[in-house]
C-alpha cells in the first residue's frame, strides 16, 4: 500500500532521515564503551517522535536534533575522535 505524501511532508522527511544518518556516523565516532548506549538513544529519540504529524513541532526537533550533534560531534572532536 503506497502512501503519499505533500510536497512539505515529503521534504520534512527527508530532513529528519538525513539528521537520523548522521547521527548515526557521529555515534560510530563515540568510545566502544559509550557507543550501544548513544545508538540506542538516538533510536528512542526518533521512535518517540515518529507520529507526530505537527509541522512546526517536527520543525523543530529537527532544528534542536542539529544543535544536539553539533554539540556531540564538537565534544568527539576534542577527544580526538
Do not use: W
Amino acid at each position: 500500500m503506497a502512501v503519499s505524501f505533500d510536497l512539505q511532508t515529503f521534504i520534512l522527511r527527508a530532513r529528519v532521515l538525513k539528521l537520523y544518518r548522521q547521527a548515526i556516523r557521529v555515534a560510530k565516532r563515540a568510545p566502544a564503551h559509550s557507543k550501544g548506549e548513544l545508538m540506542q538513544t538516538i533510536r528512542q529519540e526518533m521512535e518517540k517522535n515518529r507520529d507526530c504529524n505537527d509541522k512546526q513541532k517536527i520543525r523543530y526537533l529537527i532544528s534542536e536534533g542539529i544543535e544536539r550533534l553539533k554539540g556531540l560531534g564538537e565534544m568527539l572532536d576534542m577527544q580526538g575522535r
